[in-house]
């Protein structure tokens, strides 16, 4: 059996709450790129967001939490991935056997510390927030909704965050020192994130058109998703229903630059050419790319080199970047572009690559812009961050 | 399976602890709730124009490294992978504040880009040119661990043979009185701050980073082997007993076999029971050995713990600055280490002489 099996998976993203919602946005090409709702900030005129369209209030009374709660919003998104996850693996014991959780986040806690930051010191009630700031509180709260006691721990490689921890869960699993453990990622949109994207310039002012000649940069997006990986012994003792395998992965480093890629993608080529290794796949039996593709400038030029380098200019498989529908969610988008991955291998669909029109100069590289249904046996999926952190990931099909 | 070695160290804290022997010049400061790093001369490690840029979380990371792998004499690394609680706290304070304060305008990237939580991790890469395996963990007071254990399944898979390894926490002014005004911090007036049979709640905070390089050899410099890491999210006070003798079974030990248990007391009235429960029962016949005295509780205090642990074996003695107990053995072979915050994120690390 090649891969660790994916047992369970949950999402809540600006295009669904559900798996099965973000399904039909997908192949609908349902963008859920909007105005900004839920934070004042006064970039809302000239910017657009993957914005999940639920208040804090919203979220609280969908988990039940009491009103002395102190969840961020990223550990409340984090907690109704992970319960759908839990519950879509038809989990009912979580302790039952060696269970860990791996989440993985950017911002942590820092929309509730934005929001009060100058105010703890007057109102005594927000005190409670000071705590939830620590990314681990948000796995610590995320391990309560569950119930679970066990290994959690938290991953924080900037945008590829979330590839980390599915990557190290599949490695628990087959080293034998976990039997199931929950993984993927959770952010929310910030102030601090809007405004730190913003100064860099590498904010959109439209709709993000990755691997477009004429790209302008990305929309941030907020979202949350984790998958549920077994030991195979679970899988065979409980005849489980396995959505696909964590075949491959790989994470290097660019050392370029803190926020730049390098211009021949170098951490970038590393990693595909390590997953694939792990995979034991050839470049050829890729069948599609989730590509990082975050619609920057510069993004994009060096993952298409990486590209190219892997594959070859001609030879590159369909690729297209879900970002235009959800926008760019940090340390979460390697999880819900992880639930894409396996939604495509369950689907044999290649997902759109929207907002597409001018090929870019430097390289004959087209991504898929329309929906296309073919066998898809391994899916490939990209995830970069500031400070050079590349990350891959390579799904496959359950035999 | 193939073995985890600590062949090198690097330590940046509260105590001159990088060009010392072993802590012959610590001292304990009662008076005082924060205690600061003793800082290196960065210029020996670091060109003046990127120390001027860079926060001290990032200075003493990169200054750490450099003497573990100095140490260890190695010139380059298969993985770098770190842990830090609150990470670069000091350049998201001046961003923040930058954002709130000057509402959403005239802002400068600088400190947002250096805010990430990786940051460490990927200067260190940076200067090192360094494009391997590269990992950062936040998760509180297990961020080490989960960095020390990630690495040693790494060597056990024979992807990497030497990985450099760090935990890094910085104080910073303002998270500092949010703090002290959420009472993690101990009150000003409570002098003198004794971590030992404290009666009052908090802690003393500190900062620093500490770095070791793994290796799957032994070699001259080789401080011990890193048997076993073990992290639990929840654990009440009475289950630590079992929870322990149950780590130390797994890997064939018995309570007796343990040389010295170094334990994470803070003197936090609220929480010290955790590490009392295992001092004045299974283990009051061990040397017992403490040392946020020493370096203050941060996130990532428990990476001074191992680095503590790591020259006992080196020394074979335990200065009285660190002594629990007044217990000695001739010979220091095994150490047991265990750590928490605030009850919950608990490790226990197991290591041995080679």
Not at chain 1, 64 to 80: E, K, W
Not at chain 1, 337 to 364: D, R
Not at chain 2, 68 to 76: G, I, L, P, S
């Amino acid at each position: 059996m090649k891969g660790v099996a994916i047992t369970g998976m949950g999402i809540i993203s600006a295009i669904g709450n559900t798996v099965e919602e973000n399904y039909v946005s997908l192949v609908n090409n349902k963008i859920g790129i909007t105005t900004i709702e839920n934070i004042s900030t006064i970039h809302s005129g000239e910017i657009k967001v993957g914005e999940i369209k639920k208040t804090n209030q919203q979220l609280v009374d969908e988990l039940q939490l009491s009103t002395d709660n102190n969840f961020s919003r990223t550990a409340m998104l984090g907690a109704i991935a992970a319960k759908q996850a839990v519950q879509n693996a038809q989990i009912s014991s979580i302790n039952e056997y060696k269970t860990g959780l791996i989440s993985a986040t950017s911002v942590g806690g820092m929309d509730m510390t934005e929001a009060h930051y100058y105010d703890y010191f007057e109102d005594k009630n927000l005190v409670k927030y000071i705590s939830c700031h620590n990314g681990g509180d948000v796995a610590h709260k995320i391990a309560d909704e569950l119930g679970l006691k066990g290994m959690v721990t938290t991953i924080s490689t900037a945008c590829s965050s979330a590839a980390n921890s599915i990557m190290l869960g599949a490695r628990l699993i087959k080293s034998g020192k976990l039997d199931r453990v929950i993984v993927g990622g959770t952010d929310a949109l910030a102030k601090f994130t809007i405004n730190g994207f913003k100064t860099l310039m590498i904010l959109s002012d439209g709709y993000n058109s990755p691997f477009d000649d004429d790209r302008k940069g990305l929309n941030l997006g907020e979202a949350a998703a984790f998958l549920v990986l077994e030991s195979d012994e679970i899988v065979k003792k409980e005849n489980k229903k396995v959505l696909a395998r964590v075949s491959g992965y790989g994470n290097a480093n660019d050392a370029f630059h803190q926020t730049a890629s390098s211009e021949n993608g170098d951490g970038a080529f590393l990693a595909m050419e390590k997953a694939l290794q792990v995979a034991n796949l050839k470049p050829e039996q890729i069948d599609y790319i989730n590509v990082h593709g975050t619609a920057t400038p510069n993004n994009d030029l060096s993952e298409g080199r990486a590209i190219v380098r892997i594959f070859g200019e001609e030879k590159a498989p369909d690729f297209s970047s879900t970002k235009p529908l959800t926008g760019h969610t940090l340390a979460a988008a390697a999880a819900i572009e992880a639930i894409y991955s396996v939604l495509a291998i369950q689907n044999n669909v290649v997902f759109p690559n929207l907002n597409f029109k001018t090929p870019m100069k430097e390289f004959n590289l087209i991504p898929q812009t329309t929906l296309k249904h073919k066998n898809i046996e391994h899916v490939l999926s990209n995830s970069f961050g500031f400070g050079g952190n590349c990350s891959t990931l390579i799904f496959s099909k359950n035999e | 399976m193939r073995k985890t070695y600590i062949n090198g160290l690097g330590c940046i804290s509260a105590q001159e602890t990088f060009d010392t022997l072993f802590l012959e010049k610590a001292e304990i400061n009662e008076n005082d709730t924060i205690l600061a790093v003793k800082p290196p001369i960065y210029k020996d490690f670091i060109s003046p124009v990127a120390i001027r840029r860079m926060a001290k979380g990032v200075k003493n990371g990169i200054v750490a490294s450099a003497i573990a792998m100095k140490e260890a004499n190695v010139a380059t690394v298969d993985a770098i992978i770190t842990g830090t609680g609150m990470g670069c706290i000091e350049d998201s304070e001046k961003f923040l504040k930058a954002v709130i304060e000057n509402k959403e305008e005239f802002l400068t990237p600088t400190s947002f880009i250096q805010s990430t939580h990786n940051t460490v991790g990927a200067q260190i890469a940076l200067g090192l040119q360094c494009k391997a395996y590269n990992l950062t963990y936040v998760n509180a007071s297990v961020s080490f661990e989960s960095a020390l254990l990630d690495a040693k399944m790494k060597i056990e898979e024979e992807e990497a043979n030497a990985i450099l390894v760090g935990g890094i926490d910085e104080n910073a002014d303002y998270t500092t009185s949010l703090f002290k005004l959420a009472g993690f911090i101990k009150k000003e007036n409570e002098v003198p701050y004794k971590v030992l049979n404290s009666t009052s709640k908090g802690a003393v905070y500190g900062e620093g980073a500490t770095f070791f390089v793994l290796e799957n050899e032994k070699k001259s410099t080789t401080y011990a082997e890193v048997l076993d890491v073990e992290i639990i999210n929840k654990l009440a006070v009475n289950e630590v007993e079992s929870k322990c003798s149950a780590f130390l079974d797994a890997n064939d030990l018995q309570v007796s076999d343990v040389d010295a248990i170094v334990l994470g007391f803070n003197g936090d009235v609220e929480f010290d029971a955790y590490y009392k429960i295992l001092s004045e029962n299974s283990f009051k016949n061990t040397p017992q050995v403490y040392y946020k005295q020493l370096s203050g509780e941060y996130n990532t205090a428990s990476a001074f713990g191992l680095w503590v642990g790591a020259k006992i074996f080196k020394t074979q003695q335990v200065p009285k600055i660190i002594r629990v107990n007044n217990l000695e053995k001739p010979a220091y072979k095994t150490i047991l280490l265990y750590n928490q915050y605030k009850g919950i994120d608990h490790s226990f690390t197991l290591i041995s002489k080679c």
